[in-house]
């Protein structure tokens, strides 16, 4: 099991810049996924990055080139730099963890299912 906890989140306007954090407490020597997923009302989940246990991200088509997911162990933060910010990347954004077993699963496409979320933090974006 896993606890996270956003923060960073806040309005900015189109082109602007935002660092989300996510502070986490988890077993150090267990293998994880780690991910952010967006949240609109009445939209589906969409995922937004993930990386995995060796440091290998992956990024959905809409935000690859602007966002950037890093972790620092050192401080037990995952991090979501957003440039570049565009009115559609207004929602609430959640990191998301789960223990890594097997083989490279890791990617964006499962950070929506992955079991353990934090409450989230509001991005809103306007033009």
């Known amino acids: 099991q896993v606890q996270l906890v956003e923060s960073g989140g806040g309005s900015v306007q189109a082109g602007g810049s935002l660092r989300l954090s996510c502070a986490f407490s988890?077993?150090?020597?267990?293998?994880?996924?780690w991910g952010w997923f967006r949240q609109i009302p009445g939209k589906d989940r969409e995922g937004v990055a993930a990386i995995d246990s060796y440091g290998q991200p992956t990024y959905a088509e809409s935000v690859k080139g602007r966002f950037t997911i890093s972790k620092d162990n050192d401080k037990n933060t995952l991090y979501l730099q957003m440039d570049s910010l565009k009115p559609d990347d207004t929602a609430a954004y959640h990191c998301?963890?789960?223990?890594?077993?097997?083989?490279?699963?890791?990617?964006?496409?499962?950070?929506?299912?992955?079991?353990?979320w934090g409450p989230g933090t509001q991005v809103t974006v306007s033009s």
């Open positions: 998301a963890a789960d223990r890594e077993y097997g083989g490279s699963w890791c990617t964006v496409a499962v950070v929506g299912d992955l079991g353990n």
């Open positions: 988890a077993y150090p020597y267990n293998k994880y996924c």
